[in-house]
């Protein structure tokens, strides 16, 4: 490729624990990639739940720590024999995503169809397959199964339902809002229940749609508010998912507490299950696939821009309850 490499790039970092503000947009030597690494230049990053858990020092992190999970991009440079051709459009989950150009390695590298959109092909990356790989392996649904999902109108969320729908499953949504309801709705939840109702009511709205069983699986990105009444809600058997701490992490519970309805709990990570460089290609093909066949809507709550300030809004906006679907934004 005859892109010039610049010397020097921008990039989002933090230098230490704190609020929206530490965020800063600086200049920084562009990164080299290693033998089995490739250079990526950025086009769209996104915004996820999880860079304020790495802002907060909830996630530990090194200082200075470049922001960001996940993006598309053209790929510039790349090992010899590298089956993707540079300057082909990728995207990865590889992290250090606020930047002008990343490194990535080999492995988590996917080319994005020209046929999807790379704005799109940002939500494949942590949202995509985390929905993906939630309703595969941390509990593997079947058709007619019945599911909860939790913040059902964020970016994990809406992309979820969808899937779900795909795949034949059942799904009651929470959200905290009648507008996020209706948009989950409209999405193809079969129930939706505002959180800021009482638990006892929406316990009791959810053992009743279910015929008293409960459900077969709770995927939970909220943690620790919702934690307990994951318990009441889940049927004999059943699998609690918890994936998430967007109200705090879920408090710690004795085994004793699973043994009433012989339940399973399970704490996934995208990148603890997605690792190998087969899981990978796996994943990444299927989440292609289920988008085309199953027409899937990539909602953009915003586009912002690339800079400290529009960054720190972006985190206190997804922070604040008030966002549905992705983040975006745009660096070049
Ligand atoms: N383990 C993994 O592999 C993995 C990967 C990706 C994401 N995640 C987790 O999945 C969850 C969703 O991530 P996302 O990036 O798609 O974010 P998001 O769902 O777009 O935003 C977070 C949502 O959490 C809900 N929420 C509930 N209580 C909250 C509180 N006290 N403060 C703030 N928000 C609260 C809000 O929806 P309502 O207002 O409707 O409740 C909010 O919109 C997060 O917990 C994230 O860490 C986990």
Same mark, same amino acid.
């Given at each position: 490729m005859s892109t010039q490499i610049p010397k020097t790039i921008k990039a989002i970092q933090v230098d230490k624990a704190g609020g929206p503000e530490v965020n800063v947009l600086r200049e920084i030597p562009t990164p080299s990639p290693g033998e089995n690494e490739v250079l990526i230049k950025v086009q769209w990053t996104g915004v996820n739940y999880i860079d304020n858990y790495f802002r907060t020092g909830l996630y530990p992190v090194t200082y200075p720590y470049t922001v960001g999970s996940d993006a598309v991009?053209?790929?510039i440079s790349a090992p010899k024999d590298y089956p993707i051709k540079e300057g082909s459009k990728v995207f990865t989950t590889a992290g250090k995503a606020f930047a002008e150009y990343l490194v990535a390695p080999t492995d988590r590298v996917a080319v994005l169809p020209d046929d999807i959109d790379p704005k799109d092909g940002v939500s494949l990356g942590v949202q995509g397959l985390t929905?993906?790989?939630?309703?595969?392996?941390?509990?593997?649904?079947? +058709? /007619?199964?019945w599911v909860l999902i939790r913040a059902a109108a964020g970016g994990v969320g809406l992309i979820f339902i969808?899937?779900?729908k795909y795949l034949g499953?059942?799904?009651?949504?929470?959200v905290s809002s009648e507008s996020k309801a209706e948009l989950v709705k409209k999405n193809g939840a079969d129930h939706v229940l505002l959180s800021t109702d009482s638990s006892e009511s929406n316990i009791k709205k959810i053992l009743d749609i279910t015929g008293g069983e409960g459900v077969h699986a709770v995927y939970d990105g909220v943690?620790?508010?919702?934690?307990d009444e994951n318990f009441e809600i889940?049927?004999? +058997? /059943?699998?609690?998912v918890t994936f998430g701490n967007a109200s705090g992490p879920p408090p710690a519970f004795s085994p004793l507490k699973l043994s009433a309805k012989a339940l399973k709990v399970t704490r996934p990570t995208l990148h603890a299950v997605v690792k190998t460089q087969e899981e990978w290609d796996e994943y990444t093909s299927e989440l292609i696939d289920i988008s085309k066949k199953g027409n899937i809507n990539y909602a953009v709550h915003k586009v912002y821009d690339f800079t400290a300030e529009d960054v720190a809004?972006?985190?206190r906006d997804i922070s604040g309850r008030g966002t549905t679907g992705k983040l975006l934004i745009k660096i070049d």
């Open positions: 991009g053209t790929l929905a993906l790989y939630l309703l595969k392996e941390s509990y593997q649904v079947k +058709k /007619g199964d969808q899937i779900a499953v059942n799904v009651i949504g929470t943690g620790k508010d919702t934690w889940i049927r004999r +058997k /059943g699998t609690i809004q972006a985190q």
